[in-house]
């Protein structure tokens, strides 16, 4: 069964970079018809898609992030990864990992992570 | 962008209740549309695909509706667990966008 899970520190200091890792078990990441995604949500407040990237490495990022996000696939570890720079309180949020269809026939975003609550503050 | 709009943002009903949620995109999506249901402290669950496939493991109670901009979710005979927050997505496009989530909860 395919199980995605989010690691990483749970705090990090306001200008700082949060580097957060999903690892997927179950399948291998190097599917052709799968994206892997980052998708945030701040306390009470609604989803916001952080970025996602393909097995051959190709990105697509959210342009409101105003390209503080980097994602990167390592397939040797059956890994993505995450990571935004220069945070600030306003990126207090759950971060979730989680497998995105390739096209309407597959579901959008099945699984997800468990997620992983990232406080920025001092 | 493509501006995904729930409505209601909040609807109380009891059990054993039909609800229906609407989504309208601000552009053309075809239908490539998702609903997910979330409950508290929990990630979000994919119920719906393709604007009207059903997810694996889904029960029959959720259906989804609509192509190009507008679309439905319906829920019949709600139950206790199915009191959440329901939101739909498009991916016809990036960036990727959410609706802003409808909260159900007991009337």
């Known amino acids: 069964q395919l199980q995605l899970q989010e690691s990483g520190p749970g705090l990090v200091k306001p200008s700082e970079t949060l580097s957060l890792t999903c690892t997927v078990s179950g399948d291998s990441i190097s599917s052709t018809i799968y994206y892997w995604a980052w998708i945030r949500q701040p306390p009470g407040k609604g989803l916001e898609w952080l970025g996602s990237?393909?097995?051959?490495?190709?990105?697509y990022y959210n342009a409101s992030l105003k390209s503080r996000v980097t994602i990167s696939v390592d397939t040797s570890k059956n890994q993505f990864s995450l990571k935004l720079s220069s945070v600030t309180a306003a990126d207090t949020a759950v971060y979730y990992c989680?497998?995105?269809?390739?096209?309407?026939?597959?579901?959008?975003?099945?699984?997800w992570g468990q997620g992983t609550l990232v406080t920025v503050s001092s | 962008d493509v501006q995904m709009t729930q409505s209601p943002s909040s609807l109380s009903a009891s059990v054993g209740d039909r609800v229906t949620i609407t989504c309208r995109a601000s552009?053309?999506?075809?239908?490539?549309l998702a609903w997910f249901q979330q409950k508290p402290g929990k990630a979000p669950k994919s119920l719906i695909y393709?604007?009207?496939n059903l997810q694996s493991g889904v029960p029959s109670k959720f259906s989804g509706s609509g192509s190009g901009t507008d679309f439905n979710l319906t829920i019949t005979s709600l139950q206790p667990e199915d009191f959440a927050t329901y939101y739909c997505h498009q991916y016809s496009r990036y960036p990727l966008t959410f609706g802003g989530g409808t909260k159900v909860d007991i009337k």
């Open positions: 990237v393909y097995y051959s490495g190709r990105t």
């Open positions: 393709g604007a009207s």
């Open positions: 552009q053309d999506i075809s239908n490539y």
């Open positions: 989680a497998r995105q269809g390739y096209d309407s026939r597959t579901p959008a975003f099945d699984p």
